[in-house]
Protein backbone atom coordinates (compact mmCIF):
# COMPACT_ATOMS: atom_id res chain seq x y z
CA UNK A 1 0.00 0.00 0.00
CA UNK A 2 1.44 3.34 -1.23
CA UNK A 3 2.02 6.01 1.20
CA UNK A 4 -0.47 8.30 -0.83
CA UNK A 5 -3.58 5.38 -0.52
CA UNK A 6 -3.33 5.09 2.89
CA UNK A 7 -3.77 8.93 4.07
CA UNK A 8 -6.70 8.79 1.62
CA UNK A 9 -7.89 5.77 3.83
CA UNK A 10 -7.11 7.54 6.86
CA UNK A 11 -8.69 10.68 6.18
CA UNK A 12 -11.85 8.74 4.67
CA UNK A 13 -12.23 6.81 8.57
CA UNK A 14 -11.62 9.98 9.42
CA UNK A 15 -15.53 11.32 7.81
CA UNK A 16 -17.08 8.54 8.84
CA UNK A 17 -16.49 8.53 12.75
CA UNK A 18 -18.73 10.32 14.58
CA UNK A 19 -17.81 14.15 15.93
CA UNK A 20 -15.79 14.57 18.75
CA UNK A 21 -18.25 15.00 21.72
CA UNK A 22 -17.96 17.92 24.45
CA UNK A 23 -15.65 17.20 27.75
CA UNK A 24 -18.65 16.51 30.57
CA UNK A 25 -19.50 19.59 32.74
CA UNK A 26 -16.72 19.81 36.10
CA UNK A 27 -16.08 22.14 38.70
CA UNK A 28 -12.60 23.65 39.47
CA UNK A 29 -12.28 26.68 41.84
CA UNK A 30 -10.34 29.22 41.33
CA UNK A 31 -8.74 32.06 43.66
CA UNK A 32 -7.86 32.41 47.18
CA UNK A 33 -10.71 32.23 48.80
CA UNK A 34 -12.25 29.82 45.97
CA UNK A 35 -14.50 30.74 43.33
CA UNK A 36 -16.39 28.21 41.91
CA UNK A 37 -16.34 27.42 37.84
CA UNK A 38 -18.47 25.25 36.42
CA UNK A 39 -16.41 23.92 33.01
CA UNK A 40 -16.99 21.49 30.08
CA UNK A 41 -20.43 22.55 28.96
CA UNK A 42 -21.02 23.27 25.23
CA UNK A 43 -20.13 26.62 23.32
CA UNK A 44 -24.17 27.13 22.45
CA UNK A 45 -24.73 27.00 25.38
CA UNK A 46 -22.75 29.18 27.11
CA UNK A 47 -23.16 31.67 24.54
CA UNK A 48 -26.99 31.55 25.02
CA UNK A 49 -26.79 32.21 28.61
CA UNK A 50 -24.79 35.34 27.88
CA UNK A 51 -27.28 36.48 25.34
CA UNK A 52 -30.01 35.90 27.85
CA UNK A 53 -28.40 38.61 30.45
CA UNK A 54 -29.72 36.75 33.30
CA UNK A 55 -31.02 38.76 36.58
CA UNK A 56 -29.83 37.71 39.79
CA UNK A 57 -33.79 36.48 40.46
CA UNK A 58 -33.59 34.74 36.65
CA UNK A 59 -30.20 32.98 37.85
CA UNK A 60 -32.02 31.42 40.83
CA UNK A 61 -34.41 29.64 38.59
CA UNK A 62 -31.53 27.84 36.64
CA UNK A 63 -28.60 27.61 38.69
CA UNK A 64 -28.81 26.58 42.53
CA UNK A 65 -25.27 26.59 44.95
CA UNK A 66 -26.33 24.26 48.53
CA UNK A 67 -24.77 22.15 51.53
CA UNK A 68 -24.35 18.84 49.86
CA UNK A 69 -26.10 15.76 52.04
CA UNK A 70 -29.53 14.56 52.95
CA UNK A 71 -32.44 13.15 50.63
CA UNK A 72 -33.16 14.82 47.26
CA UNK A 73 -36.24 16.41 48.96
CA UNK A 74 -33.69 17.82 51.81
CA UNK A 75 -31.42 19.03 48.85
CA UNK A 76 -34.57 20.72 47.24
CA UNK A 77 -35.54 22.63 49.94
CA UNK A 78 -32.48 23.90 51.19
CA UNK A 79 -31.44 27.59 51.09
CA UNK A 80 -28.98 28.56 48.48
CA UNK A 81 -25.37 29.96 50.05
CA UNK A 82 -25.39 33.46 49.33
CA UNK A 83 -23.39 34.36 46.17
CA UNK A 84 -23.78 35.70 42.67
CA UNK A 85 -23.66 33.80 39.68
CA UNK A 86 -22.56 34.87 36.13
CA UNK A 87 -21.47 33.28 32.99
CA UNK A 88 -18.31 33.82 30.89
CA UNK A 89 -17.40 32.27 27.70
CA UNK A 90 -15.68 29.47 29.29
CA UNK A 91 -17.79 28.77 32.64
CA UNK A 92 -20.68 29.67 34.12
CA UNK A 93 -19.05 31.02 37.57
CA UNK A 94 -20.82 31.09 41.23
CA UNK A 95 -18.83 34.08 43.52
CA UNK A 96 -20.29 32.96 47.10
CA UNK A 97 -20.41 36.11 49.21
CA UNK A 98 -18.52 34.33 52.61
CA UNK A 99 -15.41 31.96 51.68
CA UNK A 100 -16.53 28.23 51.61
CA UNK A 101 -16.12 26.27 54.55
CA UNK A 102 -12.81 23.75 54.17
CA UNK A 103 -14.42 20.37 55.01
CA UNK A 104 -18.20 20.84 53.92
CA UNK A 105 -19.66 19.74 50.99
CA UNK A 106 -21.51 21.40 48.50
CA UNK A 107 -23.17 20.54 45.47
CA UNK A 108 -23.53 22.97 42.27
CA UNK A 109 -26.85 22.43 40.28
CA UNK A 110 -27.14 24.03 37.28
CA UNK A 111 -30.25 23.89 35.00
CA UNK A 112 -29.70 25.84 31.85
CA UNK A 113 -33.39 24.79 30.41
CA UNK A 114 -34.76 26.82 33.29
CA UNK A 115 -32.97 29.83 32.51
CA UNK A 116 -35.57 32.21 31.00
CA UNK A 117 -34.62 33.74 27.32
CA UNK A 118 -31.79 30.98 26.85
CA UNK A 119 -34.23 28.45 25.02
CA UNK A 120 -31.81 25.83 26.35
CA UNK A 121 -33.05 22.20 26.37
CA UNK A 122 -31.25 19.30 28.45
CA UNK A 123 -31.30 18.25 32.23
CA UNK A 124 -29.70 19.96 35.09
CA UNK A 125 -26.49 19.09 36.10
CA UNK A 126 -25.29 18.59 39.68
CA UNK A 127 -21.73 18.71 40.96
CA UNK A 128 -20.00 17.85 44.35
CA UNK A 129 -17.66 20.66 45.08
CA UNK A 130 -15.81 19.95 48.27
CA UNK A 131 -12.36 21.56 49.72
CA UNK A 132 -10.29 19.55 51.76
CA UNK A 133 -9.31 20.90 55.39
CA UNK A 134 -5.49 22.05 55.94
CA UNK A 135 -3.46 19.52 57.97
CA UNK A 136 -4.47 20.04 61.49
CA UNK A 137 -1.99 22.39 63.39
CA UNK A 138 -0.22 22.21 66.89
CA UNK A 139 -3.24 20.93 70.01
CA UNK A 140 -4.84 23.91 71.20
CA UNK A 141 -4.10 25.59 74.75
CA UNK A 142 -4.94 28.16 76.91
CA UNK A 143 -2.67 30.76 76.60
CA UNK A 144 -3.80 32.95 79.57
CA UNK A 145 -6.55 34.29 81.88
CA UNK A 146 -7.00 37.61 82.78
CA UNK A 147 -7.25 39.34 85.18
CA UNK A 148 -3.61 37.43 85.82
CA UNK A 149 -2.85 38.67 89.03
CA UNK A 150 -3.03 36.34 91.80
CA UNK A 151 -4.91 38.41 94.12
CA UNK A 152 -8.42 39.39 93.31
CA UNK A 153 -11.32 41.96 94.74
CA UNK A 154 -14.44 39.54 95.82
CA UNK A 155 -15.87 41.98 93.44
CA UNK A 156 -14.60 41.21 90.28
CA UNK A 157 -16.96 41.03 87.37
CA UNK A 158 -15.01 39.19 84.65
CA UNK A 159 -12.63 36.24 83.50
CA UNK A 160 -11.19 36.35 79.84
CA UNK A 161 -9.72 33.16 78.84
CA UNK A 162 -7.43 33.14 75.53
CA UNK A 163 -6.93 29.37 73.40
CA UNK A 164 -4.36 29.14 71.20
CA UNK A 165 -6.68 28.25 68.46
CA UNK A 166 -10.22 27.44 67.92
CA UNK A 167 -11.98 24.70 70.60
CA UNK A 168 -15.41 23.54 70.72
CA UNK A 169 -18.37 25.85 71.63
CA UNK A 170 -21.40 25.13 73.82
CA UNK A 171 -21.74 23.91 77.02
CA UNK A 172 -18.95 25.79 77.76
CA UNK A 173 -19.90 26.65 81.61
CA UNK A 174 -19.84 22.38 82.38
CA UNK A 175 -16.08 22.88 81.56
CA UNK A 176 -15.09 25.51 84.01
CA UNK A 177 -14.74 25.21 88.01
CA UNK A 178 -14.31 27.28 90.69
CA UNK A 179 -13.02 25.53 93.43
CA UNK A 180 -12.41 27.35 97.35
CA UNK A 181 -9.63 26.32 99.42
CA UNK A 182 -11.57 24.90 101.76
CA UNK A 183 -12.34 21.89 98.47
CA UNK A 184 -15.57 22.95 98.12
CA UNK A 185 -17.16 24.16 94.75
CA UNK A 186 -18.66 26.99 93.96
CA UNK A 187 -22.08 26.37 92.80
CA UNK A 188 -22.75 28.23 89.57
CA UNK A 189 -20.37 31.18 89.57
CA UNK A 190 -21.00 32.36 86.08
CA UNK A 191 -24.16 33.84 83.92
CA UNK A 192 -24.87 30.86 81.62
CA UNK A 193 -25.96 32.58 78.82
CA UNK A 194 -27.14 30.91 75.42
CA UNK A 195 -25.13 33.04 73.23
CA UNK A 196 -21.84 32.39 75.20
CA UNK A 197 -19.05 35.70 74.52
CA UNK A 198 -16.16 34.57 72.16
CA UNK A 199 -14.35 37.02 70.24
CA UNK A 200 -14.67 37.17 66.63
CA UNK A 201 -11.50 35.24 66.07
CA UNK A 202 -12.62 32.41 68.54
CA UNK A 203 -9.17 33.08 70.78
CA UNK A 204 -11.17 34.32 73.88
CA UNK A 205 -14.31 33.73 75.82
CA UNK A 206 -15.44 35.96 78.46
CA UNK A 207 -17.03 34.37 81.44
CA UNK A 208 -19.11 37.16 83.88
CA UNK A 209 -19.25 36.33 87.37
CA UNK A 210 -22.93 36.63 88.78
CA UNK A 211 -23.55 40.46 89.17
CA UNK A 212 -26.49 39.33 91.52
CA UNK A 213 -23.73 37.71 94.06
CA UNK A 214 -21.11 40.11 93.10
CA UNK A 215 -23.14 43.26 94.66
CA UNK A 216 -23.84 43.37 98.41
CA UNK A 217 -27.34 43.94 99.31
CA UNK A 218 -28.71 41.80 96.60
CA UNK A 219 -31.39 39.20 96.62
CA UNK A 220 -29.19 36.32 94.80
CA UNK A 221 -26.03 37.24 97.04
CA UNK A 222 -27.70 36.89 100.29
CA UNK A 223 -29.79 33.39 98.86
CA UNK A 224 -27.03 31.62 98.09
CA UNK A 225 -23.80 33.85 99.44
CA UNK A 226 -21.13 35.52 97.05
CA UNK A 227 -18.77 33.82 94.95
CA UNK A 228 -15.66 35.33 95.94
CA UNK A 229 -14.86 36.09 100.03
CA UNK A 230 -12.01 38.21 101.31
CA UNK A 231 -9.14 36.60 102.10
CA UNK A 232 -9.98 32.89 100.94
CA UNK A 233 -8.23 31.06 97.94
CA UNK A 234 -9.95 30.09 94.79
CA UNK A 235 -8.41 27.63 91.64
CA UNK A 236 -10.14 28.24 88.84
CA UNK A 237 -10.07 25.48 86.41
CA UNK A 238 -10.68 24.00 82.93
CA UNK A 239 -11.63 20.76 82.59
CA UNK A 240 -9.22 18.60 80.88
CA UNK A 241 -11.91 16.87 78.21
CA UNK A 242 -12.48 20.47 76.66
CA UNK A 243 -11.86 19.35 72.95
CA UNK A 244 -10.77 21.90 70.15
CA UNK A 245 -12.28 21.52 66.90
CA UNK A 246 -10.20 18.58 65.17
CA UNK A 247 -11.58 16.23 68.60
CA UNK A 248 -9.08 16.54 70.06
CA UNK A 249 -8.47 17.14 73.97
CA UNK A 250 -6.58 20.77 75.14
CA UNK A 251 -2.99 19.88 75.40
CA UNK A 252 -2.74 20.43 78.94
CA UNK A 253 -4.75 20.82 81.77
CA UNK A 254 -5.21 24.96 82.97
CA UNK A 255 -5.32 26.10 86.61
CA UNK A 256 -4.79 29.43 88.37
CA UNK A 257 -4.91 29.82 91.97
CA UNK A 258 -5.35 33.36 93.56
CA UNK A 259 -6.40 35.01 96.56
CA UNK A 260 -9.56 37.26 97.30
CA UNK A 261 -9.24 40.66 98.84
CA UNK A 262 -11.73 43.03 99.73
CA UNK A 263 -14.18 44.87 97.24
CA UNK A 264 -13.21 47.90 95.19
CA UNK A 265 -15.97 50.01 94.80
CA UNK A 266 -13.89 53.08 93.76
CA UNK A 267 -14.42 54.77 90.37
CA UNK A 268 -11.74 54.11 87.25
CA UNK A 269 -9.65 58.29 87.98
CA UNK A 270 -7.48 58.67 85.20
CA UNK A 271 -6.28 61.37 87.31
CA UNK A 272 -4.56 59.43 89.54
CA UNK A 273 -2.39 57.13 86.73
CA UNK A 274 1.19 58.02 86.11
CA UNK A 275 2.12 59.48 82.87
CA UNK A 276 5.38 59.35 81.49
CA UNK A 277 5.62 61.68 78.58
CA UNK A 278 8.30 60.47 75.81
CA UNK A 279 11.08 62.71 74.28
CA UNK A 280 11.18 62.98 70.57
CA UNK A 281 12.14 59.81 68.83
CA UNK A 282 10.04 56.46 69.17
CA UNK A 283 10.33 55.80 72.95
CA UNK A 284 6.89 54.77 74.09
CA UNK A 285 4.47 56.54 76.01
CA UNK A 286 4.34 55.35 79.66
CA UNK A 287 1.47 55.05 82.12
CA UNK A 288 1.39 53.28 85.47
CA UNK A 289 -2.29 52.92 86.26
CA UNK A 290 -3.82 52.54 90.38
CA UNK A 291 -5.17 49.61 90.51
CA UNK A 292 -5.76 46.50 87.59
CA UNK A 293 -7.99 47.34 84.60
CA UNK A 294 -10.22 45.55 82.24
CA UNK A 295 -7.60 43.69 79.81
CA UNK A 296 -9.86 43.80 76.68
CA UNK A 297 -11.16 47.54 77.17
CA UNK A 298 -7.91 49.09 77.52
CA UNK A 299 -6.88 48.50 73.93
CA UNK A 300 -10.11 49.74 72.47
CA UNK A 301 -10.92 52.49 75.36
CA UNK A 302 -7.48 54.63 75.29
CA UNK A 303 -5.48 56.24 72.71
CA UNK A 304 -3.75 59.06 71.39
CA UNK A 305 -4.38 61.81 69.63
CA UNK A 306 -2.19 64.97 68.56
CA UNK A 307 -2.85 68.26 69.03
CA UNK A 308 -5.51 68.90 66.22
CA UNK A 309 -7.36 65.96 67.76
CA UNK A 310 -5.83 63.75 64.81
CA UNK A 311 -5.50 60.09 65.82
CA UNK A 312 -1.64 59.21 66.53
CA UNK A 313 -0.91 55.29 64.57
CA UNK A 314 0.64 52.96 66.80
CA UNK A 315 1.06 50.12 69.18
CA UNK A 316 -0.76 50.24 72.55
CA UNK A 317 0.70 47.34 75.10
CA UNK A 318 -0.71 46.20 78.41
CA UNK A 319 1.09 44.53 81.15
CA UNK A 320 2.27 44.71 84.44
CA UNK A 321 -1.19 42.72 85.83
CA UNK A 322 -3.02 45.36 83.79
CA UNK A 323 -1.59 47.99 85.37
CA UNK A 324 0.90 49.30 82.83
CA UNK A 325 0.54 50.48 79.50
CA UNK A 326 2.67 51.82 76.66
CA UNK A 327 2.08 52.90 73.64
CA UNK A 328 4.88 53.05 70.56
CA UNK A 329 3.81 55.53 67.59
CA UNK A 330 4.54 54.32 64.29
CA UNK A 331 6.47 57.35 63.36
CA UNK A 332 8.85 58.75 65.58
CA UNK A 333 7.37 61.64 67.67
CA UNK A 334 7.42 65.25 66.47
CA UNK A 335 7.76 67.76 69.42
CA UNK A 336 4.00 69.46 70.45
CA UNK A 337 1.64 69.00 72.59
CA UNK A 338 -0.32 65.62 72.41
CA UNK A 339 -3.63 63.96 74.62
CA UNK A 340 -3.89 60.88 75.75
CA UNK A 341 -8.13 60.28 75.01
CA UNK A 342 -9.68 57.68 77.22
CA UNK A 343 -13.33 56.66 76.75
CA UNK A 344 -15.30 56.86 79.70
CA UNK A 345 -16.65 53.23 79.68
CA UNK A 346 -13.20 51.89 80.73
CA UNK A 347 -13.85 49.58 83.45
CA UNK A 348 -11.11 48.39 86.15
CA UNK A 349 -11.78 44.28 86.89
CA UNK A 350 -14.55 45.10 88.70
CA UNK A 351 -16.58 47.07 86.76
CA UNK A 352 -15.76 50.20 88.26
CA UNK A 353 -15.87 53.47 85.25
CA UNK A 354 -14.58 56.15 84.75
CA UNK A 355 -16.40 58.77 87.57
CA UNK A 356 -18.55 55.74 88.13
CA UNK A 357 -18.79 53.20 90.32
CA UNK A 358 -19.99 49.50 89.49
CA UNK A 359 -23.51 49.13 90.80
CA UNK A 360 -26.89 47.02 89.13
CA UNK A 361 -29.54 48.50 88.79
CA UNK A 362 -32.26 46.35 86.68
CA UNK A 363 -34.70 49.39 86.28
CA UNK A 364 -33.14 52.12 84.71
CA UNK A 365 -33.71 52.69 81.28
CA UNK A 366 -31.20 51.64 78.57
CA UNK A 367 -30.67 54.25 76.51
CA UNK A 368 -31.96 54.69 73.06
CA UNK A 369 -28.12 55.98 71.53
CA UNK A 370 -25.33 55.34 73.90
CA UNK A 371 -23.42 58.86 74.83
CA UNK A 372 -19.69 58.41 74.89
CA UNK A 373 -17.60 60.39 76.67
CA UNK A 374 -13.92 61.06 76.74
CA UNK A 375 -11.77 62.18 79.57
CA UNK A 376 -8.24 63.43 77.86
CA UNK A 377 -4.79 63.48 79.81
CA UNK A 378 -2.53 66.26 77.94
CA UNK A 379 1.02 65.33 77.95
CA UNK A 380 4.07 67.11 75.73
CA UNK A 381 6.71 65.91 73.94
CA UNK A 382 10.12 67.68 74.17
Known amino acids: MTALRASVIALSLLALAPPARAADPQVKLVGNPPVVHVVGLDDATLAALVKAKLSAAEWAKAARFVVDGGTPA ?6 SVAGEWSVTASAV ?15 AVLDPAAAPRANLTGKPVALAVFIPKPPPGPRVQVTGVYPTGNRLPENTLRLYVYFSGPVARG ?17 HPFVELVEELWSEDGARLTLIFDPGRVKRGLAPREEHGPILEDGRGYTFELTADWKDTEGRP ?14 DDQ ?5 DWALVAPRSGDAPLTLRLAKPHDHALLARMMWVADADGKR ?27 KLMIDARLEDVCGNRVG ?22 PFTVK
Open 356 to 377: EPFEVDVFRPIPVKPVTKLVER
Open 93 to 107: VFEPQFPLAPGVKYR
Open 312 to 338: VDGTLTVGGGERVVSFAPAKPWARGNY
Open 171 to 187: DVYSRVKLTRDDGKVVD
Open 267 to 271: PVSPD
Open 250 to 263: LLTNFRKTFTATAP
Open 74 to 79: ELAARP
